[in-house]
Structures are given as C-alpha cells and as structure tokens.
C-alpha cells in the first residue's frame, strides 16, 4: 500500500527534484502539493510546483498557502534560487538552459492549511506531511484544528540543523523563515524526522553526478541537470563546494529507501527568540536536558546510493 503524502514546498531548485522523486516512486501516494513563501513569494513557488507538475506529465493537485510568515518579516532566496526561484543555465554555464513553459493549470481554490486539515482527518494516522520549506502551512493547520496532531502520521521535514546555519550563523533557512512556526511544529508532539544540513551537505550534486541525469537524453533528466547546474553556482561562490548541496530530496529518499540514512533521536527546540540565535534548531546530541526525544534526526547519507536512486527513478519519466 502506497504511503500517502502531503508534499509543502518552496520550489526552488531542490524542492523541483524531490517532487520529482516523488512523483516516480510507486511506494508514495502524493495527496497533493502544498505550496509556501520561501525561496522566493508565493506567487512564483505555486507557479513553479504547477510548471514542474507539467513537465512530469502529472495531475497532482497544488494547494496555495502561506505568503508570509506568522510574525516575522519575510525573507527569500533569490540569491540562490534567481529571480523566478527557477532559473536554469546551460551546460556551458550561460544563463539560458532549457525554457520551462508557463503552466497552463492553476492551483485549487482551497487553502493548503485546509487542505492538509481535510486529508489528515479524512485518514487519520495514514498521512505522512513531509514539508521541505518554511513550516508556516503546518503550524497555521495545527492552530486551526487542533485535533490533527494526534491524527498525523509522521512530518519529515528538510530544516535546521545539527550545528551550523547557512543564513545566519546558527540558522537555516526554513526554520528562518518563520520560527514561530517551527517552534508550534517542533513542540507539537507529532512524530517528527529532521533533514538538516549536517545531513544535507553530505549529499553534493557534483558535476559528475549531474552528468548522470543528462546521460538519461530524456526532456527530465535535461532539465534537472540544468536545474542542477544554476544551483550548483552558489554552492560554489558561498562553499567552495565542487557540488550543489541536495536538500529536500533527501525527504523523499528516506520515505522510499529508509536505509539510505542514519537516525538519532533527540530532543530538538527552536530559538525562536531575538538575538543571534534567532531560528536555531537547538538539538539535545547526548541528552543533557534529559527531556524526552521529539525528533529523529538524520545524522549520516549513504550520498552515492542516494543518487543512484535519484537517477533509476527520475529516468523512469519519458
Ligand atoms: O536551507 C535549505 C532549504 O532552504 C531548502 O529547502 C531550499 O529549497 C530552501 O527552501
Ligand atoms: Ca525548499
């Protein structure tokens, strides 16, 4: 039996091949796609989940959510992501790569809070939330109807991290993005999975393995190797990284073949006070709060056959 998934996401680069993952893994029953302000407003991440939903040759319903956080002043991505949150670039690192269409379908006219309210309640303990941007869409579901935590399978979510930030020193930036709204999920007392970037930056999208989806000489496997290019370019400037750090996939990876990861459960809170701490995962290692774990936190990838399994199944697409 396929496991049902509600996927909230910012799409942005990495957010576009985990949908892809997704939608070619027979073992995940995608419910819907939620969408969120994040990498860049909201307005261009629902269009980007509906133009990646068309390249797939897929129908899956897009859910519209948060366009801002629930306090805090929005942030955004641009820097990584481009001006569209899409942006491609050709092999020989020109800005233009292949064109991806405007979508012709438009999302539901349901709230995503609404939605994931709906389809936890309509199957309690059946439906997994995995959520790889700012957590606004979940927090807002809990607050409006509060008998879905009981009723939520498990949240997976791509956020925070074990020790070091990437948009202030002790931040992430989907946890950033909205603390408040992390903090409401990570005290919820659903099950939580945590892919942060300790886990995240062990998984590099590197030249060679790029090669790999274009080698595949279909439309997908093109445009993710383009996609992968332009998001490689930042990993480069910030990190000296050969390789474009693979986030949100790993979500889906784990889902599909959990033995990809090594877990360790801990106590995780949110910073979610001012300071410079300011949207920290605070993350209990060996237990010195003695308080009870509330995350499972993905501490080790097995990065080549996470790419393995990312290319067998984006080159199931025609
Ligand atoms: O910090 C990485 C996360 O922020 C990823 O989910 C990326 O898509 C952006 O949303
Ligand atoms: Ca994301």
Redesign the pocket.
Known sequence: MPQKIIFD???????AIAIMLALASPELEMLGITTTF??VALEKTTRNALVVRELLGKTVPVYAGAERPLLRERIS?EN??GHSGLETTSPHGLSEGPDLQEPQGRAEAQHAALFIIQKVLEHPGKVTLVS???LTNLALAMRLEPKIVPAIKQIVL??GSLYLG??TPAA???IL?DPHAAKIVFDSGAPLTMFG?NL?HQTLATPERIARFRALGTRVGEVAAALLDFFRQHYQRRYGYEGA?L??PATIAYLVQPDLFKLRPMFVEVDSTPGPGFGRTVCDYWQVTEKPANCQVALEADAEGFFELLVERIGRYR
């Open positions: 996401t910012d799409p942005g680069h990495d957010d994040g990498n991505a990584v992501h790889v941007g700012p791509m956020g990437n948009t992430e930036f989907n993005c970037l995240t750090a986030h949100d």
